[in-house]
C-alpha cells in the first residue's frame, strides 16, 4: 500500500475564502475534528499575520492530538535581510510547531513583477530560510508557489528554485497551481518532470501537490499529481478557500481509498466517517451545505427519477458508484411530479400501502397536482406520510380547524411623526424603544368533540400561531409539550406575480430524538405557515398515538 500523506489547510487557506471566518474556538474543534479523522499536517495559520494566529499556536499546543501534526505557514525571509533577523522567522521558531511550511515564488514573471527581486536573490531568500530553519531543527515543508505556471514560463529557473529548496534541506516540495488554471494531463506531465529533475540530482525529496479550483478540476488534478508520484495531497475540507477554493479533501480522501486501490489514507482509519466531518466543519463556520457535493452531500445519494428509483430497489449499485454508507451518507428516495410509483412505494411506511397498486397510483396523481401548484415534499416527509394517509382514507385528524385569526399591532408613531422632520432624527427614532409591534393569535378548534378557543401572543405571526395552537391542545394531548420547531423557511414561488404571488413555507420539527419537515403553500404566507403548522402538530400526535 502506498501511504498518501493528508495536509490540511483548512484554518488558513480554506479562511481566506470569501464569507469564512473562524473564531479561535472554532480553529481548536476543527482542529480536534482533523486529528480524530485521521489527517496527516494541520495548518494552523501563519503566526505573524494576526493575534488569533498566534494566540492558535500557544493554544494548540496544550491539545491532546493522538494523530495531526500541527503547521506554521510563512514566507521566505524578506529581502535584504538575514533569515535570523525576519520577523516572520521569528514568528515561525515561537510558535513552536516540528513542521514548518515555506512558501517561495518559482515564477520568474513572480519574482521580477510581485516580488521585484533578482533572480538571485530570490534562489538566496528560499535557501537562507530553509537552511535556517532546519538547522533550528524543523521539518520544513516548500510550498513552490505558482510552479506550473512558473514551469511553462521558464523551466529551467521553476527547477532551481525547487531544488534550492531541496538542498537547503525541505523533505517535501509542494508544487502549487496556485492560479488554479492548469488542467489535469499538465499537471501529471510537470509533476513526472520536477520528480526527473530532483533525482536526476540525487535529492531524495517527495512532492506535494496543492491545487486551486479555478477550471472546477481541483480534485482532477490532485489525483493527476498523486498518480505522477506525489505523496502528499494539501487542500481543504468542502473544497473552501480563495476565489473558487481549493481541492476538497473529502472528495479526495474518497478517491483515494474508494476508487484508486493501492493507496492508504488517513492512518487507515477509512471513510465513514467524511459526511460528519464535511458538515461539522459546515456549522462550525456557519456555511450553508452544498446538497450536491459529492459523496457527502444529502443529494449525493437521492434519487428522484422514477425509473432511477425503480432499478436502485432492485440493485443500489444500478445508479450510485458506492454504497453511501462508505462515507457515512445515506440514501434517499424523492417524490416530485417526475416520481413513477417505485419512488411513492419505496418512501411509504405503510405495509398495506406498499402493495395497493391503486392507492400508490391516487398518492402520485396527488403529489403530481399539489406539485404543479407549487408544493415540495423532497423535505416535507412527515407532510407526504400525512398525504398517503388521507388518500388511503385512513386520516384521523387529532383536532378540526374553524377558525383562526393573526393581528399585528404596531404601539407609537411612524418615525416621521416621532421625529423633528430632520433625515437624522427620523433615522434615530426608527431605532427608537418606543415603536412597540405586538402580534396576538386566536384559534377555535374541535378537539375531541368539544370546542376550545384559545389566544396567546407570540414574537411574530408564525411564533403566536404555534402558542395558541398548543394552548388548545396540550390540555388533551400532554405529548405536545417535548415537540418544539427548528428552522421555519419561506420560499416565494411565483415571483412574478409580485405581492400576490404563492410562498411556500417549510418547517422542521423535534421531539429531541427525531426530526420531521411539513410543507405548506399559499398566497397568504400565514395560512401556509398553518397549513405546515398543523401537518407538523398532527404528524407527531399520529406518531405518539401509535407508539412510534
Given at each position: ?5 493528508i ?5 488558513r ?5 470569501e ?27 501563519y503566526p ?20 495531526s ?14 533569515a535570523a ?6 514568528a ?9 511550511t515555506i512558501v ?9 513583477e ?16 530553509v ?18 505556471d ?17 538542498r ?9 497551481d496556485t ?17 526527473a ?10 512532492l ?5 479550483n479555478?477550471?472546477d ?5 490532485t ?5 505522477a ?29 474508494l476508487?484508486?486501490p493501492?493507496?492508504?489514507?488517513l ?5 465513514r ?30 434519487h428522484?427519477g ?5 432499478a ?9 458508484h ?5 462515507v457515512g ?6 417524490v416530485?411530479e417526475l ?18 397498486r ?9 403529489v ?23 388518500c ?12 383562526y ?7 407609537g408613531?411612524s418615525?416621521?411623526q ?12 426608527v ?5 412597540v ?5 386566536t384559534?377555535?378548534?374541535i378537539?375531541a ?28 394531548y ?48 400565514i395560512?401556509?405557515?398553518w397549513?405546515?403548522?398543523a ?14
Amino acid at each position: 500500500m502506498r501511504s498518501i500523506e493528508i495536509y490540511d489547510t483548512t484554518l488558513r487557506d480554506g479562511s481566506q475564502g470569501e464569507g469564512v471566518n473562524f473564531s479561535l474556538e472554532d480553529k481548536l474543534a476543527i482542529t480536534q475534528r482533523l486529528d480524530a479523522a485521521g489527517i496527516d499536517f494541520i495548518e494552523g495559520g501563519y503566526p505573524l499575520s494576526n493575534p488569533k494566529d498566534s494566540q492558535y499556536f500557544a493554544r494548540v499546543r496544550g491539545l491532546k492530538l493522538s494523530h495531526s501534526r500541527v503547521v506554521a505557514f510563512g514566507m521566505t525571509r524578506r529581502r535584504g535581510m538575514g533569515a535570523a533577523d525576519d520577523p516572520g522567522m521569528k514568528a515561525l521558531l515561537e510558535a513552536g510547531t516540528a513542521v514548518v511550511t515555506i512558501v517561495g515564488k518559482t515564477s520568474a514573471f513572480h519574482v521580477a513583477e510581485v516580488l521585484g527581486v533578482s533572480r538571485e536573490e530570490n534562489l538566496a531568500m528560499i535557501a537562507d530560510t530553509v537552511s535556517f530553519l532546519t538547522a533550528q531543527e524543523r521539518e520544513v515543508f516548500y510550498d513552490a508557489e505558482h510552479f506550473f505556471d512558473g514551469w511553462k514560463l521558464d523551466r529551467q529557473y521553476a527547477a532551481e528554485t525547487i531544488l534550492a529548496a531541496a538542498r537547503s534541506g525541505a523533505t517535501r516540495i509542494v508544487l502549487c497551481d496556485t492560479n488554479g488554471g492548469t488542467l489535469p494531463h499538465q499537471i501529471a506531465e510537470l509533476v513526472r518532470d520536477a520528480c526527473a529533475v530532483l533525482r536526476e540530482a540525487d535529492l531524495d525529496v517527495r512532492l506535494g501537490i496543492h491545487c486551486h479550483n479555478d477550471c472546477d478540476v481541483a480534485v482532477a488534478n490532485t489525483l493527476a499529481g498523486v498518480e505522477a508520484g506525489a505523496v502528499q495531497v494539501q487542500g481543504t475540507i468542502n473544497g473552501i478557500g480563495e476565489r473558487c477554493g481549493n481541492a476538497d479533501l473529502i472528495s479526495v480522501v474518497a478517491n483515494l481509498d474508494l476508487k484508486l486501490p493501492g493507496h492508504r489514507v488517513l492512518g487507515g482509519t477509512g471513510t465513514r466517517h467524511l459526511t460528519e466531518l464535511s458538515r461539522f466543519v459546515y456549522e462550525t463556520a456557519n456555511m450553508v451545505y452544498r446538497p450536491e457535493q459529492p459523496f457527502v452531500g444529502v443529494s449525493a445519494f437521492a434519487h428522484k427519477g422514477g425509473m432511477h428509483v425503480h432499478a436502485v430497489a432492485k440493485a443500489t449499485e444500478s445508479y450510485e458508484h458506492i454504497p453511501p454508507e462508505a462515507v457515512g451518507n445515506e440514501r434517499r428516495i424523492l417524490v416530485s411530479e417526475l416520481s413513477g410509483r417505485s419512488n411513492i412505494q419505496a418512501l411509504v411506511t405503510r405495509p398495506d400501502v406498499r402493495d395497493d397498486r391503486a392507492l400508490l397510483d391516487r398518492v402520485l396523481a396527488e403529489v403530481c397536482r399539489l406539485e404543479n401548484e407549487g408544493w415540495q415534499f423532497e423535505a416535507a416527509a412527515a407532510s407526504f406520510d400525512l398525504l398517503v394517509d388521507r388518500c388511503a382514507g385512513t386520516f384521523r385528524p387529532p383536532f378540526e380547524k374553524l377558525a383562526y385569526n393573526v393581528s399585528v399591532e404596531s404601539r407609537g408613531g411612524s418615525a416621521a411623526q416621532r421625529g423633528s422632520g430632520g433625515p437624522g432624527d427620523a433615522i434615530e427614532a426608527v431605532g427608537s424603544a418606543a415603536e412597540v409591534i405586538r402580534t396576538e393569535a386566536t384559534v377555535k378548534l374541535i378537539v375531541a368533540g368539544s370546542i376550545r378557543h384559545e389566544v396567546a401572543e407570540g414574537d411574530g405571526p408564525v411564533n403566536a400561531l404555534d402558542a395558541a395552537l398548543r394552548k388548545a391542545l396540550e390540555p388533551v394531548y400532554p405529548a405536545l409539550a417535548g415537540m418544539s420547531l427548528l428552522d421555519y423557511k419561506v420560499r416565494v414561488i411565483n415571483a412574478q406575480e409580485g405581492t400576490a404571488a404563492k410562498v411556500r413555507v417549510s418547517i422542521e420539527s423535534t421531539d429531541g430524538e427525531k426530526v420531521w419537515g411539513t410543507v405548506g403553500v399559499s398566497e397568504n404566507v400565514i395560512e401556509a405557515s398553518w397549513l405546515a403548522l398543523a401537518d407538523a402538530f398532527s404528524f407527531h400526535l399520529a406518531r405518539t398515538s401509535a407508539g412510534n
